[in-house]
């Protein structure tokens, strides 16, 4: 489905899940539900609470890096509004960086970026850059993946949040699983 300026696009619930409602031209309203449920939340959107200026600019910044994967109109609308939705909404998650690599480069990757973390258990977690640093210096992201093992017992699914030391963040698969399993951490270091 794609939406256009002149469409009315408003937070909503659908049951306990946080939803988009979508009103085409044509009259047709359409629901989206995001993969977050009420009890995830930090900030509660009013109940046909527009999707404002601040959700437009995150979504467009959110799509562009999404649509480097090769994803259609639709897979990007659908990751990206769930970015919006996990940036602006979800309560932050507790930072999780010892449970990784620091395989990191260096490089600073804005929002919207496609990057890649690598746990410990030398598994490659791809993830969409929601803000560059929190209030407490940490990157989130958004995982992309199904599901990631990062350790512990811990496992996280397809758009949950993942606060990390920026230092950590690779790009997009730039190493292979296989140079992972291989590799004690660039410079033999990981986080404590």
């Known amino acids: 489905m794609i939406g256009s300026q002149s469409n009315e696009w408003n937070w909503n619930y659908s049951g306990d899940t946080l939803s988009m409602c ?9 629901v989206f539900n995001t993969h977050y449920k ?7 959107p009013s109940a046909g609470q527009p999707f404002c200026c601040k959700d437009a600019e ?3 910044a959110y799509q562009e890096g999404l649509s480097e ?8 609308l659908d990751l990206g ?3 919006v939705a996990c940036e602006r909404f979800v309560r932050p998650s507790a930072p999780v960086t010892r449970l990784f690599f620091s395989f ?5 990757y804005p929002a919207g970026s496609v990057v890649t973390v690598y746990t410990l258990g030398r598994q490659a977690g791809d993830c969409l850059v ?10 989130r992201l958004m995982l992309l993946n199904p599901k990631l093992d990062i350790g512990r017992g811990l496992a996280v699914t397809l758009g949950h949040m993942i606060r990390v030391n920026p230092a950590i963040l ?10 992972a399993e291989q590799a004690p951490g660039l410079n033999g270091r990981r986080y404590a």
């Open 22 to 30: 979508f009103r085409l031209e044509r009259g047709t309203i359409k």
């Open 38 to 44: 009420i009890r995830e939340l930090q900030t509660f």
């Open 58 to 60: 995150l979504l467009t």
């Open 69 to 76: 994967l090769g994803l259609n109109e639709d897979g990007c």
């Open 81 to 83: 509004i769930n970015a």
């Open 104 to 108: 990191g480069d260096g490089a600073v």
């Open 130 to 139: 929601l803000e560059e640093r929190d209030s407490d210096g940490l990157a």
């Open 170 to 179: 690779c790009s997009f698969r730039a190493y292979s699983v296989k140079e």
